[in-house]
């Protein structure tokens, strides 16, 4: 009786972690009353190109937009926020570098993007935030999913530096 419960404990604790990261729907960032805009640079030589000009440091979000759960609730808590958009519309650029499932959401050329990003900064996990110069040279790093609030002081110290 006991090996019977551990194992149907273990195969339904391991059933819900497996397809927990589908639970989230991206939609669900967009059932807010106001939907938060950004300003994404379409390619990394753009991004890199305005870094120069503009003297900022370009922020590249590491995503799974259509399966990863902890880069969905970044994107909502975080990025779709007022005080994120003030933050990056005055000190930032910003580079979204998407890996989903669904490969149709995005161009051949910006899926080869993606994949020469992820190789050349080393991604291996998602969500990832990668600030790098205008030489592409990276200059901080934070991966992970952490509550909100201590990715502020983090980003903040970055633009700080960079100056």
């Not at 939907?35 to 640079?41: E, G, H, K, N, R």
């Not at 880069?71 to 979204?96: G, P, R």
Request: glycine content about 4%; charged content about 25%; aromatic content about 16%.
């Amino acid at each position: 009786m006991f090996k019977n419960t551990t194992f149907f404990l273990f195969f339904f604790l391991t059933t819900c972690t497996v397809f927990s990261q589908n639970s989230i729907g991206r939609d669900t960032i967009y059932n807010q009353k106001e939907v938060i805009q950004l300003d994404w640079i379409p390619t990394y030589d753009e991004a890199l190109e305005r870094s120069k000009i503009e003297k900022k440091p370009v922020l590249i979000y590491f995503t799974g937009s259509d399966w990863c759960g902890p880069c969905i609730l970044l994107d909502k808590e975080l990025f779709h926020t007022e005080k994120f958009k003030q933050l990056s519309d005055e000190a930032l650029l910003l580079l979204e570098v998407d890996s989903p499932r669904n490969q149709t959401l995005l161009s051949q050329d910006k899926i080869s993007e993606n994949l020469y990003l992820k190789n050349k900064y080393k991604v291996r996990s998602f969500p990832t935030l990668v600030f790098v110069n205008h030489k592409g040279k990276k200059i901080a790093e934070k991966k992970g999913y952490i509550m909100t609030e201590y990715y502020y002081p983090f980003i903040v110290s970055v633009i700080n530096n960079f100056k």
